[in-house]
Structures are given as structure tokens and as C-alpha cells.
């Protein structure tokens, strides 16, 4: 008894705690790690990385970020640039998206897929604070790729909850200027 116990102690400890080795907060603190342990399947091994990137050139930045067990990924990527709410919700339906959840200048797009997740957040950043003619914005989409333990609804709020994380990360690190409080979570309401 005592050696089937140590058994199945050993194989949880050693094939299925991958997401649990990994930091609290992964891709440089931007989100939880239980956003990717609620999606993604065990697994022995996980990685993690996010990363901040600039573009001198084009004056903008990309934050990226992804968790990953074997072949199954939670991703996403939070990029600055020139686009307006409205040719945001454009592409955005273009590409299957329904719903829409806004507050508080922070605009969520949930798809039908439960897999994909878009979020559009205003935002200028210190290179373009001189720059009014155009609008300035965040967007965040966020993506799961192969097996996901959560399906449906529940997959759907986590990849919404992934790229919200994102968004308000990149935010923050891509230092726009627009005076901004993001709350804790996004309501529930339009999610599902």
C-alpha cells in the first residue's frame, strides 16, 4: 500500500506539476499563472517567457507573452500603435469576434471561438504625447493553441482574463501617458 502511494505521490510530483514550478506571476509578473494551469493540460515541463520589445523606427512597442506545456500554448501579444475604437471593432468583427465588453475606456472583444480574445485600450506613449492628430491605442489578443483542459465558456473566460493581464501589463510597462485604472478582473457579464 505504502509503495502505490509513494507511486502516484511520485508520478503527480513529477509528470503533472510543470505549470506549478513555474513563477506566480509569469512573463515578467504580466499574468497569472493560474489563468494557465485553468487552460492548459498537465504536464511534466512548462516554460514561460515574456518580453518587451521597441521599435525605434516606428515608435511603438510589443509586449509579448506565452506559457507552454508540451504542444499546447496560452499566448498573446499587447502592441502600440495607431488605431481607432472603431477600426479596431471593424477587424475585430471581421475576424468571427461578437461580443463586446467595455468599461471605464478599456473595450474587451469576445469571440465565438472560446479560443481568441482581443482587448483595446487608448494610449499614447511619451514618444507621441506631442502627436494629437491621430489616435493612439493599445491592443492586446490573446490565443490558445492545441489541447486545453477548460473548453467552452470557462475556455472563453480565460483567454479574455489572459489578454485583459496582457493588456493591463503592457500598459503599464509600455508607460502610456492616458491616466488609467485597471480594475482587478472585467465583470462576468458578456463573457459568457
Request: overall charge negative; aromatic content about 6%.
Amino acid at each position: 500500500m505504502v509503495v502505490c502511494a509513494t507511486a502516484v505521490f511520485g508520478y503527480v510530483e513529477i509528470f503533472t506539476k510543470g505549470i506549478d514550478r513555474l513563477p506566480r506571476k509569469p512573463c515578467a509578473g504580466a499574468v497569472d499563472r493560474d489563468l494557465a494551469a485553468r487552460a492548459l493540460p498537465s504536464a511534466r515541463k512548462a516554460e514561460e517567457r515574456g518580453k518587451l520589445t521597441t521599435s525605434s523606427s516606428l515608435d511603438t512597442f510589443t509586449f509579448w507573452c506565452y506559457v507552454r506545456t508540451d504542444e499546447s500554448i496560452i499566448s498573446g501579444e499587447a502592441e502600440s500603435g495607431i488605431a481607432t475604437l472603431a477600426s479596431w471593432k471593424e477587424r475585430r468583427s471581421s475576424d468571427g469576434e461578437s461580443r463586446s465588453i467595455s468599461m471605464d475606456g478599456i473595450h474587451v472583444r469576445v469571440s465565438s471561438d472560446p479560443t481568441r480574445a482581443s482587448v483595446y485600450v487608448p494610449c499614447t506613449t511619451s514618444r507621441h504625447s506631442g502627436d494629437r492628430h491621430e489616435e493612439h491605442s493599445l491592443t492586446a489578443e490573446a490565443r490558445t493553441i492545441g489541447e486545453t483542459r477548460a473548453e467552452g465558456d470557462e475556455l472563453r473566460r480565460i483567454v479574455v482574463d489572459f489578454a485583459y493581464q496582457l493588456a493591463r501589463h503592457a500598459y503599464e510597462v509600455g508607460e502610456c501617458q492616458e491616466p488609467r485604472e485597471f480594475p482587478d478582473e472585467l465583470p462576468r457579464t458578456g463573457i459568457n
